[in-house]
């Protein structure tokens, strides 16, 4: 039988794509005293996605150019964002394949030993949604137990590779004990996953394009993409975020790569960014982990 247009679905069918992953009750105390840790106004979340070689050898791409621009972020860019974080005391979290892990066995390290949490993300920057249940599971077991050995902590957080969420990946987070996920983009605010209407226990941090380096400043040789935000119009675009979200008494979540924000242009407004949040008192500024462990009190 020929497979079924979308437009020929019945109710049944597209309502249970619709309801397979779901935004469940949102995260978020009542009272704004108790919201977000140390009784701040706002929630600063600060997340790396340390990529480096692994998108490229993802898709088979090993020409000596391609794994020169991931080594950029490792070689030039961490060491400097570890500084920038540091000055402005801002625990971060760092989301790591484990190749790239494999790869420099001392960074994952280097993370933890700085104040930073270190999380999943995929094996080799995989694309979940070609993958089946078993080879998702197999792969994240593997990234789990490389971070693990390498930091003496078992992560407790997820991102997935890309925010590539297949029909798998929540069954595949759920057998494996995870607190956190921070792929998907349903609030502006922490909220529990449901899956097929069933409540998991499982904190979502969200996630979203605009709060993300890769589409303002990713550069593609042969592709479309060309970076065209000069770095203080996307400081604007950031600032503009954080001071909404300090107004509502909600999360500014950022996710950036060191590979992509880590050249000097644009650590400088990273830096003028961390300096205009750590201009007010009534923030806090900490890991995803952290933030999960808070709110899970409202679960």
């Given at each position: ?277 750590r201009s007010f008192d009534d923030v806090w500024i900490g890991t ?12």
């Open positions: 039988m020929d497979q079924q247009q979308p437009w020929q679905w019945t109710e049944d069918v597209w309502r249970g794509h619709v309801e397979h992953v779901r935004a469940g009750r949102r995260l978020v105390h009542d009272d704004p005293s108790l919201r977000w840790p140390t009784g701040a106004r706002v929630a600063v979340l600060l997340s790396f996605d340390s990529d480096h070689e692994t998108p490229a050898l993802r898709d088979g791409e090993t020409s000596p150019g391609r794994m020169a621009q991931g080594e950029f972020g490792a070689r030039f860019a961490v060491p400097r964002i570890l500084d920038l974080l540091a000055r402005h005391e801002a625990p971060s979290s760092f989301y790591m394949p484990a190749v790239c892990a494999l790869l420099r066995p001392d960074e994952a390290p280097g993370y933890v030993a700085a104040g930073h949490e270190v999380a999943v993300h995929g094996w080799i920057h995989e694309r979940n949604t070609a993958l089946g249940h078993d080879d998702e599971l197999e792969l994240v077991s593997r990234a789990l137990d490389v971070l693990e050995q390498q930091t003496g902590r078992r992560p407790t957080g997820i991102r997935t590779p890309s925010w590539d969420f297949s029909g798998s990946t929540l069954a595949v987070i759920r057998e494996l004990g995870f607190a956190y996920d921070s792929s998907l983009m349903a609030d502006a605010e922490p909220y529990e996953l449901l899956e097929r209407g069933e409540r998991t226990g499982v904190v979502e941090i969200p996630v979203e394009w605009i709060r993300d380096d890769a589409p303002y400043l990713m550069m593609d040789r042969f592709g479309g993409l060309r970076p065209h935000m000069p770095p203080r119009d996307l400081l604007q675009i950031w600032i503009d975020e954080f001071d909404a979200a300090r107004e509502e008494g909600g999360v500014f979540q950022l996710t950036m790569h060191p590979h992509i924000i880590g050249h000097r242009s644009r650590l400088r407004i990273l830096d003028d960014l961390l300096a205009h949040i995803h982990a952290d933030l999960a462990t808070h709110v899970r009190t409202l679960l």
